[in-house]
């Protein structure tokens, strides 16, 4: 037997596996790469892409009664209270009326926890920075919705239980849409708080379904922590959604809403006024 000749044979053998290991690594590699290019992509309502229109449809004749937008800075900040600590920014909320004039404050329930320790205790909303408050809130009112994952915006909220006593500015408080959805193409108007001054945004609506409207936005922007921020048709003067998702399409922003005839259900419907400090998950 040669040995020599066997040596080599052997480590040809050694080099042939280190190759193929070596390749396999890469082909791992490159296919997490992959999956990880996929997931981030889908992120923050990308996965919602394909099923989107791809034009913004004309502008409707919307044949409901013409409003006033109002003047007043109707998007506010909503600051979040856990245990006996500091309140701190997390989001935004808006206070609207129901029929029978209760006043309601709505935000969503990805910008809070309900299982942390030290428990949520208080919600407030504010014109901006702390030294502004319009309300405190200590009362749910029904049962809050999850943080969205899917196309469905209606499950993200949290409604809250505002005293008939309290008094509140009437110019901070929106009217819903009776419509309960804007129409395809309608013009509308976001209403936020951006380092404490006012802001308004406008979009068209690009698509409209009982769980989810979506709105291209007219101006490139960054829309970090303004989910919550209410939304208000151009036409009515009326809010029709509060924001809860964004992506980009065509270097165009886009925001998704759950829609305020949900809303207006969801808290209409509620049977139960947890106080938020007494609430867990």
């Known amino acids: 037997m040669d040995f020599a000749h066997s040596g080599r044979s052997g480590d040809n053998r050694a080099m042939n596996v280190r190759f193929v290991l070596r390749g396999s690594l890469l082909a791992i590699v490159a296919v997490l790469l992959a999956l990880t290019a996929v997931l981030l992509f889908t992120e923050s309502g ?160 690009l698509s409209v379904d009982p769980i989810a409207v979506w709105v291209v936005m007219d101006d490139e922007f960054d829309p970090s922590g303004l989910s919550g921020s209410p939304f208000l048709s151009q036409h009515t003067g009326k809010v029709i959604g509060m924001a809860i998702a964004t992506t980009k399409r065509g270097g165009k922003v886009l925001l998704g809403l759950h829609p305020i005839g949900s809303l207006v259900e969801k808290a209409k419907a509620a049977r139960t006024f947890w106080k938020i400090a007494d609430y867990r998950r």
């Open 46 to 205: 990308r996965q919602l892409l394909p099923s989107l229109p791809p034009m913004i449809p004309a502008v409707p004749v919307v044949t409901a009664p013409r409003g006033a937008l109002p003047t007043a800075p109707v998007g506010l900040v909503e600051w979040t209270r856990y245990g006996t600590g500091d309140y701190h920014p997390v989001g935004r909320g808006f206070l609207f009326r129901l029929p029978e004039d209760q006043i309601v404050g709505a935000t969503t329930a990805h910008s809070v926890s309900f299982s942390g320790q030290p428990a949520l205790s208080k919600i407030a909303l504010a014109l901006g920075e702390w030294s502004k408050p319009v309300i405190e809130l200590d009362a749910l009112r029904g049962e809050p919705g999850d943080a969205r994952t899917g196309e469905d915006m209606t499950i993200d909220y949290v409604l809250l239980d505002v005293p008939l006593n309290h008094s509140i500015d009437p110019a901070l408080i929106l009217d819903p849409d009776p419509r309960g959805l804007p129409l395809p193409g309608e013009r509308v108007m976001l209403y936020s708080l951006v380092n404490d001054e006012p802001r308004m945004l406008q979009g068209a609506v």
